[in-house]
C-alpha cells in the first residue's frame, strides 16, 4: 500500500511558476512509475506528466512541453512538477499518483489532490 500526499498548490498570477510536491509512505517509490494527473471543473482528468521508475525517462503531452517538467527523488521518496508560465487554463486539482507501465501508465494509487488555481 502507498500513500501519496501533494502539497505546493496555490494562487498564482498568470505567467508565474508553482512546484508542486508529492511525498510517498508505505513503500518506496523506486518500485512504481510516476505521473501527475490534472482535472478541472467540468473537465476530464487530464495526464500531464509521467517519470519512469527510475527517473530516467519522462514524458509532457507536447502541449504542455516546455513549461511542465517532472522528476523524482527516489532516495527522498518524492516526486515534483514543476510548472512554469502558468496560464489560467492550468487552473485545476492536480493528483499524485503511483502506478505500472510506463507507456502504457496504469495508475495505482492516488493522493488526495492539490488546488492550482492561475488568475489575476
Known amino acids: 500500500q502507498v500513500q501519496l500526499v501533494e502539497s505546493g498548490g496555490d494562487l498564482v498570477q498568470p505567467g508565474g511558476s508553482l512546484r508542486l510536491s508529492c511525498a510517498a509512505s508505505g513503500s518506496f517509490l523506486n518500485n512504481y512509475v510516476m505521473a501527475w494527473f490534472r482535472q478541472a471543473p467540468g473537465s476530464q482528468r487530464e495526464l500531464v506528466a509521467t517519470v519512469s521508475s527510475g527517473g530516467y525517462y519522462t514524458n509532457v503531452p507536447d502541449s504542455l512541453k516546455g513549461r511542465f517538467t517532472i522528476e523524482r527523488d527516489n532516495a527522498k521518496n518524492t516526486v515534483y512538477l514543476q510548472m512554469n508560465s502558468l496560464k489560467p487554463e492550468d487552473t485545476a486539482v492536480y493528483y499524485c499518483?503511483?502506478?505500472?507501465?510506463?507507456?502504457?501508465?496504469?495508475?495505482?494509487?492516488w493522493g488526495q489532490g492539490t488546488q492550482v488555481t492561475v488568475s489575476s
Open positions: 499518483t503511483a502506478g505500472i507501465n510506463y507507456r502504457d501508465y496504469r495508475p495505482q494509487y
